[in-house]
């Protein structure tokens, strides 16, 4: 089962943890909030990307598991 | 030849006071009875009506997925039309009322709801007063609730989930989905959300059938549509036209163009630009405006004469949908925010440097709000780079620009922000 990383923008503060954690997926842009690639992330980069959701001070990053429909 | 037709704006009084429900009765005849509610779905799909409040959605999916639900389920009529050049909704509220309830009540049925609220914009008082007394003259009819809301007058106001919150009592802003509306909407009931226009022309499709609704518009684009049409023309108004109509044919409606024109805005403020004279080429339907990177999206047109000065046009609407940004996506606040500065200078003639900083920001801005605020705007602005190009050099070298700002684009003054 893959995941993919989403984030809520409402939530999101631009604390820029993420970017900083995990840079294969997350940039930030130039206010300093992040731009995430939504692709399915491959399970080498799995823990990078569980870091990095853990680190949101605001809880404004998750992973979302993909089923077959998505 | 006139290319109106009168389907939904049937009976209208020259002294501009409402539909009544006599009249309405006499128009139109009454509401079958209980239809079983499966072929009524069958019926709208069948007629491939789409949502009218802009983002075209199919309405019988919408439906569907409401019915399919559990619990006590609300119907809810957006009247809101926050945008500024559209003014089609409110035409249907004030002077056919009835069309719209008729609407509502099948919806109603549709879904299988027992209350239902139409949602207006506050300071749209004549409207409301309109509605109030139309429910009065069916009261001993209905066969659902029907209750007024009045939201406050924003341009986000209007869109599903932030509609929900300020009837709920909040803020207008929008919520990050899902949950969706039909899933958990009003007081958490799944809630269909519908556009007056959507619900009037269900009401024409329950009386007469999907085969009647498809006699005009296009085979993939049925039925008529009501389009705010502006600017440069004799006679600007809302008019009701068979999807698929030569938008040419409608500015000679509209008495033609009152001078000659530079570019048609199509889609209203989450749409785009596009040259006149390729917009005089095209058809009012999304095949045909999408296919030369436009939108029919609600349908608000505007002119723009070779006499106004574009660029100032553009930088006014561009700092007003950074202004009417819900304030709570970073990119969205921050980057329309920029971007309207940028806007602003390069109308100045300040310098064209800011371009390329704007088409960057432009890309950034997309895809990143809980809702499509910034995508619309995104739109808007892009596409008056692309076709505004020429402007654009001419401002930057300091050239004189012949055109004046006519205020062509309606915007509201700007208003202090709320606290959150």
């Keep these: ?70 | 030849m006139s290319v109106s037709v009168s389907r939904l704006l049937r009976g209208l009084h020259s002294d501009g006071r409402p539909v009544d429900i006599g009249e309405h009765l006499h128009l139109h005849g009454p509401l079958p009875g209980r239809v079983d509610r499966g072929s009524l779905l069958d019926a709208v799909e069948l007629s491939g009506l789409h949502g009218r409040g802009g983002a075209g959605f199919p309405t019988a999916v919408k439906l569907r997925a409401v019915a399919g639900r559990r619990g006590r389920k609300v119907v809810l009529a957006n009247g809101v039309e926050g945008e500024p050049p559209s003014g089609k909704d409110k035409v249907l509220l004030r002077y056919v009322p009835h069309l719209v309830l008729d609407g509502v009540e099948v919806a109603a049925h549709a879904v299988g709801a027992d209350q239902a609220i139409v949602a207006v914009s506050e300071n749209a008082t004549a409207e409301a007063a309109v509605l109030q007394s139309a429910l009065r003259e069916r009261r001993e009819s209905d066969r659902v609730g029907i209750g007024i809301a009045a939201v406050p007058d924003t341009f986000v106001a209007g869109e599903e989930t932030a509609l929900i919150n300020a009837i709920g009592g909040g803020p207008p802003r929008p919520t990050a989905t899902p949950p969706r509306p039909f899933e958990r909407g009003l007081d958490g009931r799944p809630t269909l959300v519908q556009n007056v226009e959507t619900l009037a022309q269900l009401a024409l499709i329950a009386r007469h059938g999907p085969a009647w609704y498809r006699q005009i518009g296009t085979r993939e684009e049925p039925g008529s549509a009501l389009v705010t049409l502006s600017g440069a023309v004799r006679l600007p108004g809302v008019y009701e036209v068979p999807l698929g109509t030569p938008l040419r044919d409608l500015v000679d409606e509209a008495g033609g163009p009152t001078e000659p024109a530079r570019a048609v805005l199509v889609g209203g403020y989450f749409g785009a630009w596009l040259d006149a004279d390729t917009a005089f080429a095209l058809d009012l339907s999304e095949a045909s405006l999408g296919a030369a990177g436009g939108l029919l999206g609600a349908r608000a047109i505007v002119v723009l004469p070779e006499g106004c000065c574009a660029l100032a046009e553009v930088a006014r609407v561009s700092r007003f949908l950074a202004d009417e940004s819900a304030g709570q996506c970073g990119p969205c606040v921050h980057g329309l925010g920029a971007i309207a500065q940028v806007i602003a200078s390069l109308a100045q003639g300040e310098s064209r440097e800011g371009e390329l900083r704007v088409r960057r920001w432009l890309d950034h801005v997309e895809g990143r709000g809980a809702c499509r605020h910034p995508d619309g705007a995104a739109g808007f602005i892009r596409s008056a780079l692309d076709v505004f190009a020429d402007e654009v050099v001419l401002h930057a070298r300091g050239a004189r620009c012949a055109g004046r700002d006519l205020r062509m684009l309606p915007v509201r003054r700007r208003r202090e922000r709320r606290a959150a």
């Design chain 1, 1 to 70: 089962m893959s995941s993919r990383l989403r984030v809520n923008p409402i939530a999101c503060d631009g604390h820029g943890l993420c970017a900083e954690l995990f840079p294969e997926r997350v940039t930030l842009d130039d206010w300093g909030y992040p731009i995430v690639d939504g692709a399915p992330i491959p399970r080498p980069l799995e823990q990078h990307a569980r870091r990095a959701v853990d680190a949101c001070p605001v809880l404004a990053l998750r992973l979302q598991v993909l089923t077959r429909k998505d």
